[in-house]
């Protein structure tokens, strides 16, 4: 990479550990910002979650005697 005449060995390899870390830094962070992405999108789309359930799977009572919509809060 660098010519001898301008730095050594031991500077070149502690230049490409520098450079190592910082881009696995770089891929850290980044990834852990796509994954905080996802989990939000989750969450706002389990929010929004509306579940059509047919009348025999809910309890029984006059307020479950038709099909009815269920939403999901707080999942």
Do not use: H
């Amino acid at each position: 990479m660098f010519p001898r005449s301008i730095v050594s060995g031991q500077t070149a390899a502690t230049l490409w550990l520098l450079a190592g870390l910082l881009i696995g830094s770089l891929i850290g962070s980044l990834t852990r910002l796509l994954i905080n992405q996802i989990i939000n999108c989750e969450r706002a789309l389990l929010k929004n979650l509306v579940i059509v359930a047919p009348s025999e799977y809910l309890p029984e009572g006059p307020d479950f005697s038709e099909p009815a919509i269920v939403k999901l809060v707080n999942t």
